[in-house]
């Protein structure tokens, strides 16, 4: 055995320390495996029935260059025995690959939080490449934590010297190792694991083996070294009855398109093309062709759309998926199926932008994208999801307004609903409301010789929609286009009297959505609250968490989320009225405030960040205070 | 040409049919037809409509999707489905449209500008993944609906409102675009000459996966007389070579002239007096290698039309994209599972009671 690796000595069992809740952030090399570990960590912790939230973090680079700062990436899971509402504020353990992940990580950590430190990596080379002079280990900048100094990488290889591996393949099992420290140190199970490992590396048995001894030799190591003198434990969190899975917003989105397939009756037909936080949608529904579902990865996002758009007009459930920039190219094609009336879904994952932007990294602002960047008077309307197991529920209620209203409807998703995960209770199939294509088969006007005929734009009365007949109809054949179509008939018209009847019936038809969605509920417990939070999309949770600290220190806050931003819900006007501020948080320059100031007259703050990374509770909890001092301060002033 | 029967054609043998007799006018719409008098356009749409009930297909089966430009305007004066859609991008909605709903021929109508220009990469792309549908390339060499611009077809030097000093821009030969990206059916023939248009639009229909057919066609407005020295009684024998597959390629008022492969593997217009006749290229439209189609396709001069070919450069079979589509649902249905709620609870699920 290689002497310079410390040896664990045996000791007496080790206490156990009960905890409500833990924030771990796990950081290294983008080579590294984090995401994995921190997926598989996460596994288990859901497995065990803690609450939990998670925020992978990691560059848009495949590889950046090893061991530099822009090639760090982190995975963030935060658990408890209690209901919770985001990854947390800041970790209470890191665990840190490389001096590069130290360094762009150890100031988010809690003071006297635990911080493990793989020493095998703090090379001079490596210390150098992120700019430390001297090794942080050797100085007292790490003095307000408590430090576990591991050889992660040695001790790895040390522990799989008998294995038929390389060196290079030993050293990379070492997240394995670092992965069986931490579920001991956390009392995890572990079989979830152990056959993930056998079915990951089912035809490497070798690699397979040597994973799995790396797992074990880092359980055995937290048993045994002295550095641990603790394990803890986080007993599961109260849940309704059901049965519950952990999920990520992408693939509950892409369950939620599914479900809606199913219910509808309809095919499922993508037309998509790769981007940057959107593709897994592309990637899972590209598997489900046993359920009704086409994918069709086109040579532009123009094209994905418009083959989208296609299907559509042919019958089928037409999606699109993509994230801001694919928005700007679908535009024109988004205005096409406004004029045609027909059910389309765009599914905006948001990353930061302008231009390229952030892309692996989350945001806010295609908002009025999504609500006004079209030509013309163009309503489209817009769901957003509030949490990754949402996801699923905002794909459906998007669909159900798309094919009942015949309208392109917009999903505004963003990166950190995308990747991040929580537990989700599955929904009974059953249960999900069945949605009625209501295809035209008959004509439906009868011309001055008495002939009938098919109009394609004579409208409901009640929902504004028109009928929707499909190719193969017999006798229904009729012609549609982008230009500008007679009310009723829908053949070609230049009349100015019936292109401004025709704006305002596009605009009446997606107002009309209102009646059909459930008024707004505000979560105002103390019912004395004088300031109001309205947020929309993956902001729920930062919002709802600071909320509820807010009144645990003893004061008022009331909080209302929106799931539908066009057409609002019929209430919002007046629960905006009702409360002497109203603050508006958003990972953008304030897009919801201005539409918000502008529809309702009211002088709402916003409260804004374009950090790439969602609110924290703490900066929430800061901004909201402001607020309510301010309201106190008033309150005493006569004038 | 001839011996194609479309009623067995596997491009239309998931089409319903119809036992009714139909004809001309069952194809035509309502709608006045708008295109200025003179334009090409309406013997093109002629011949399509006295073509259509040759196919037999049912009309409610039968659709029409189109970019925008003068062209595009056809849909509305066919009696069947159709679908007006915006600049370019027909091939990509007439693709989502296909690979969902095989029971449907589906037509794209284009123009030079809308396919080559603004739409040339959906272009490209329909061609290579070989999507059942036609595609109707009528090429004026001018931008029409927006008042006399040159097109990407325009020969070099075009005087235009845009280029007043003449265009600078090197042309698009349409054909040897297609067959760059490997199309399997390219054609090309002339609005004027009803019979020929409609024999490669019988073919075209017949042929299962993505056939571009283009169809010089004159805008008597904003480029008058572009094809005139194809279309002249006098002239025209001398610069037309008529591809017959399996027919050697021989052409001239006098039949003076032929198509040979010269030692150094190019191909070029000689006096048919000066090479023994098994020097004549045979064409062969089936050839799997698209080269020799691409070299027949090169012949033509842009600025003169001298020896422009026309007819049937390729047609050959590879399974279409969206027949590739359907083979991969149905393996998916019989092996993978269908069950919605399964897929939902995952594999690590828990219940808590």
């Known amino acids: ?639 | 040409m001839t011996d194609i029967d479309t009623g067995s054609s596997p491009a239309l043998t998931l089409v319903p049919h119809t036992d009714q007799k139909q004809t001309a006018k069952d194809f035509k719409s309502d709608q006045e037809v708008r295109w200025c008098p003179g334009c090409g356009d309406y013997a093109i749409l002629a011949a399509v409509q006295g073509f259509l009930p040759e196919l037999g297909l049912r009309r409610e089966n039968i659709t029409f999707v189109s970019g925008i430009g003068c062209s595009s305007r056809f849909p509305y004066y066919m009696n069947t489905y159709g679908l007006h859609s915006i600049h370019g991008r027909a091939p990509a909605i007439a693709t989502g449209l296909a690979v969902s709903r095989p029971d449907l021929s589906v037509w794209v109508v284009t123009g030079d500008g809308d396919a080559l220009s603004i739409g040339g990469n959906h272009l490209i792309h329909a061609l290579r993944r070989n999507v059942n549908i036609n595609i109707l390339l009528f090429n004026n060499r001018i931008y029409g609906l927006t008042k006399g611009q040159y097109s990407p077809t325009s020969e070099t030097g075009k005087i235009t409102k845009s280029t007043p000093m003449g265009s600078l821009d090197y042309s698009f030969n349409p054909v040897s675009v297609a067959l760059g990206a490997e199309a399997t059916f390219v054609g090309r023939t002339i609005d004027s000459d009803r019979a020929h248009l409609t024999s490669v639009l019988r073919a075209a229909a017949a042929h299962e996966g993505t056939s571009l057919v283009e169809i010089y066609q004159n805008c008597n407005i904003f480029n008058d007389d572009a094809w005139e020295a194809l279309k002249d009684r006098d002239s025209s024998d001398d610069m037309l070579i008529r591809l017959e597959h399996g027919q050697p390629i021989v052409f001239g008022s006098g039949q003076d002239k032929a198509v040979v492969r010269q030692d150094d593997g190019h191909v070029a217009v000689v006096d048919i007096s000066e090479v023994s006749a098994d020097r004549i290229l045979i064409h062969d439209a089936h050839a799997d290698d698209p080269g020799l189609a691409f070299a027949l396709s090169r012949l033509s001069d842009p600025h003169s039309l001298a020896d422009t070919p026309i007819g049937i450069f390729r047609d050959v079979q590879r399974t279409s994209y969206d027949r590739l589509v359907r083979e991969q649902s149905q393996a998916a249905a019989k092996t993978g599972s269908a069950d919605l709620a399964s897929l939902l609870h995952g594999t690590d699920s828990w219940t808590v009671i």
Not at chain 1, 330 to 338: D, N, R
Request: with cysteine; glycine share 10%.
């Open chain 1, 1 to 639: 055995m290689n002497p310079a690796v410390p040896q664990p000595t045996p000791t007496a069992a080790k206490g156990t320390i009960p905890l409500a809740q833990v924030v771990i952030r796990l950081a290294g090399d983008s080579g590294d495996g984090m995401q994995l570990t921190g997926d598989r960590f996460t596994a288990e912790t859901a497995g065990l029935g803690n609450d939990l939230s998670t925020l992978p973090d990691f560059p848009a680079e495949i590889r950046a260059p090893a061991g530099t700062l822009p090639g760090v990436s982190a995975f963030q899971l935060h658990f408890a025995d209690h209901d919770i509402m985001t990854p947390g504020d800041r970790p209470d353990v890191l665990v840190a690959m490389n001096p590069a992940a130290l360094r762009a990580n150890v100031d988010a950590l809690r003071p006297g939080g635990d911080l493990l430190i793989n020493t095998d990596e703090f090379t001079k080379r490596n210390l150098s490449k992120v700019g430390y002079v001297d090794s942080p280990l050797d100085d007292e900048s790490l003095n307000a934590y408590s430090v576990h100094l591991v050889p992660l990488t040695s001790m790895t290889v040390t522990a799989l010297a008998d294995f038929n591996v390389s060196k290079k393949e030993a050293e990379r099992a070492k997240n394995m190792f670092a992965l069986g420290l931490l579920c001991w140190l956390y009392s995890r199970p572990t079989e979830g694991t152990m056959s993930f490992l056998r079915s990951k590396f089912g035809t490497k048995p070798e690699i397979m083996a040597a994973n799995v001894a790396a797992f074990e030799a880092g359980w055995s190591f937290g048993e045994t070294t002295e550095d641990f003198a603790v394990r803890y434990e986080v007993k599961p969190a109260p849940m309704g009855p059901g049965t519950y899975r952990n999920i990520a917003g992408n693939l509950a989105l892409s369950y939620g398109l599914i479900a809606a397939g199913q219910q509808s009756g309809l095919p499922i037909f993508l037309g998509s093309y790769p981007i940057t936080p959107a593709s897994d949608i592309l990637h899972e529904l590209s598997k489900h062709k046993a359920l009704g579902v086409t994918t069709f990865q086109a040579e532009d996002e123009i094209a994905g759309i418009g083959a989208a758009l296609g299907a559509s007009y042919g019958g089928a459930l037409g999606i699109t998926s993509t994230s801001g920039p694919g928005v700007a190219l679908k535009s024109e094609t988004i205005g096409l199926a406004v004029s045609l009336e027909l059910p389309l879904l765009i599914i905006d994952v948001q990353r930061g932008g302008p231009s390229t932007g952030l892309p692996t990294k989350t945001e806010q602002s295609d908002l009025l994208q999504a609500m006004f960047g079209r030509n013309g008077e163009a309503p489209v309307p817009i769901v957003a999801p509030q949490s990754p197991g949402d996801c699923f529920a905002a794909a459906v209620e998007a669909a159900r307004i798309a094919i009942q209203f015949r309208t392109p409807v917009f999903l505004l998703s963003d990166g950190y609903l995308a990747n991040g995960s929580e537990p989700w209770r599955v929904p009974d199939i059953a249960s999900l409301d069945t949605i009625d294509p209501d295809f035209a088969t008959e004509a439906n006007h009868e011309r001055s010789d008495g002939e009938a005929e098919y109009w394609p734009y004579l409208r409901d009365p009640q929902t504004l929609a028109r009928p929707w007949a499909i190719p193969g109809t017999p006798g229904l054949e009729h012609r549609i286009g982008g230009l500008e179509k007679a009310d009723g008939s829908g053949e070609i018209s230049y009349d100015p009297a019936n292109h401004d009847q025709m704006v305002r019936l596009r605009q009446a038809k997606v107002d009309a959505i209102a009646a059909t969605i459930p008024p707004l509920v505000v979560d105002d417990p103390d019912g004395d609250a004088r300031l109001l939070v309205i947020g929309w999309g993956s902001t729920y949770g930062p919002i709802g968490a600071a909320c509820r600290r807010i009144r645990d220190a003893g004061c008022s806050v009331a909080q209302v989320h929106l799931r539908h931003l066009n057409p609002f819900p019929t209430n919002l006007g007046e629960i905006l009225g009702a409360y002497d501020r109203v603050l508006v948080p958003e990972m953008n320059l304030g897009q919801l405030n201005l539409v918000l100031r502008g529809r309702y007259l009211i002088d709402a703050v916003g409260f804004n960040q374009v950090r790439g990374m969602p609110f924290t509770s703490d900066e929430l909890v800061i901004a909201i205070n402001g607020i309510l001092d301010d309201l106190a301060a008033r309150k005493g002033d006569p004038t």
